[in-house]
């Protein structure tokens, strides 16, 4: 029995790992956490019984903890009740699926606890990977993770091998791949939405209509995989089968191959190193009609090159990229900017941050809130 806190248990990531616990057994939970869906974390502790249930949100904490006064689980509130909760409770697994830059902390909390994190937060390696990296040499912990195209190269690398050629990303491409550029100027965040192959939360949906998500995914890969950003390809593959790719030096290639469904992934990352049978659909091949790729248009999307550039720059740059892409996607759900803007922005306050090169947890909340107020005052620098 594996003991298991679950952080951000109401989202989309949160749900769907449940639904694998349910499905394949052998996990407690011991800790949930949300940031103020109270009614769907209420009935989630009703069903799991964990040690902890903490609420980021102080409205949600409240009613929460009047709903679950009558059990023995402790109703907590905010950051400081999640990172108490790791310290008090034996885990073996944390599933990070907190959205953002918020679950940089726990993330990192739990690596110096040296429990092993599967990862469904890809900003805390993009604005943190320095200093995960830092922890993980220290304690040991592992980092496995949960998205499908990191998954999938995991699962392609063989150990230790010389011969690595290329990591090969793959990108859906969202629902304006096809648009042409004079296309994107009126888009509405209901149609970037409107993903064609993933059901996703609203955040990650509108990156992969940026491709800012698979940037983000190239920072990511550069850090869990040790690997040169010149050697991080991305294509476009519309179908979303192939979730990545390995290319070696003798000219072969591994791909990881399934359905668009996160839960696979999350149950590798569940029960890492073993693999284990369910009852999930599977990939019929004989269904596939074809298998596309093409190279991604960099000046119709420049979030990816956006990530490329700052990646390769580092030093404290992609802590302003994350945060600033948070508020940029903010304001574009909030029609206070478009779709176009988004990129802009992003630009705009990279160009006024002075990056340094070393930097602690504290430094990096002090970027991160500087970061997010510059981008909230974008309308009055134009």
Sequence with gaps: MKNIALLGSTGSIGTQTLQVIDEIKGFKIQILSAHKNTELIIQQALKYQPQFVILTDEGSFHKAKAALEHLPINVMLGIDGILRSLVETELDLVVAAISGASGIQPTLKALELGINVALANKETIVAAGYLAERIKVKTGAEIIPVDSEHSAIMQCLEPDSQSLE?????????????????????????????????NMGKKITIDSATLMNKGLEVIEAHWLFNVAYDKIDVVIHPQSIIHSMVQYGDGSFLAHLGLPDMKVPIQYALTYPNRINNSFPKLDLTQIQKLEFFAPDHAKFPCLSLAYHVGKRGETLPIVLNAANEVAVELFLEERISFLEIPVLIETVLEKHNPFLEYSLEDLLEVDNWARMESRQYKNMR
Excluded at 170 to 191: C, I, M, Q, R
């Design 166 to 198: 290329k990591i090969i990303l793959t990108a859906s491409g969202g629902p304006f791949w096809t648009y042409k550029h004079e296309d994107l100027y009126n888009v509405k965040p209901k149609e970037a939405l409107k993903h064609p192959n993933w």
